[in-house]
């Protein structure tokens, strides 16, 4: 069973950069086959993903953040982490780290509880 | 960039049928997903591969994907079954994820 857990700060200021993390148990990831994604979610509108990365392959991201945007593995800590540039309100959002395994289209299963932040000085 | 469109809004009386579309472009070429998300709470699979259930779902929850539409049913609706729901298809021409807008259940 995987279990996935965000943590950050909860508020950043404008023009400053998100930095979040998702810590991971149950599964190393650096496991073959592992997807591991964030999706962040505005208050009162839909989800949106941000970004996906697996062990040993190249990052995907949503084309429209993909200038601001860095997902990437601690396989130290078993932590996978987020970085977003340049944040303004429109940042502020419900950040979720999710994980698949099985290939990169195979629906997510696996969710963290989420971590509000909130961008505003 | 590829678009999933869902009705806003669906109200079904306890008991009765609740159908969730969510359309897209040829969309029945893709595997399409469906989260259940509650107040608060992470979202949650309940149907994946347009059809196919998470242990755990009741049979109740069922998905079909033809043409350009996608639909979740939902049979005897509870009162615990409402939530807002999401598709999420993978479209491999771009290799990203992409969501609708959602739909909101409301159980009169």
């Known amino acids: 069973q995987v279990h996935l857990q965000e943590s950050g700060p909860g508020l950043v200021k404008p023009s400053e950069t998100l930095s979040l993390t998702c810590s991971v148990s149950?599964?190393?990831?650096?496991?073959?086959?592992?997807?591991w994604g964030w999706v962040r979610q505005p208050p009162g509108k839909g989800p949106e993903w941000i970004g996906t990365?697996?062990?040993?392959?190249?990052?995907m991201y949503n084309p429209s953040l993909k200038s601001r945007v860095t997902i990437s593995e601690d396989t130290s800590k078993n932590q996978i982490l987020l970085e977003v540039t340049s944040v303004t309100a429109a940042d502020t959002a419900v950040y979720y780290c999710?994980?698949?395994?099985?290939?990169?289209?195979?629906?997510?299963?696996?969710w963290g509880l989420g971590t509000l932040v909130i961008v505003s000085s | 960039s590829y678009v999933l469109t869902q009705t806003p809004s669906v109200s079904v009386a306890p008991g009765q049928t609740a159908r969730i579309t969510c359309g897209g472009d040829n969309i029945g070429y893709k595997s399409v997903h469906w989260y259940q998300q509650k107040p608060g709470q992470a979202p949650f699979l309940v149907v994946y591969d347009d059809r196919d259930r998470p242990s755990g779902i009741p049979e109740r929850f069922s998905g079909s994907n033809s043409g350009n539409t996608a639909t979740l049913t939902i049979s005897r609706v509870e009162v615990g079954d409402e939530a807002d729901y999401y598709c999420q298809v993978w479209n491999n021409s771009s290799d990203q994820w992409v969501y609708g807008g959602g739909t909101k259940l409301t159980v009169l």
């Open positions: 999710m994980s698949h395994s099985g290939g990169k289209a195979v629906a997510p299963r696996d």
């Open positions: 990365v697996y062990y040993s392959g190249s990052p």
């Open positions: 149950g599964v190393s990831v650096r496991s073959d086959n592992y997807f």
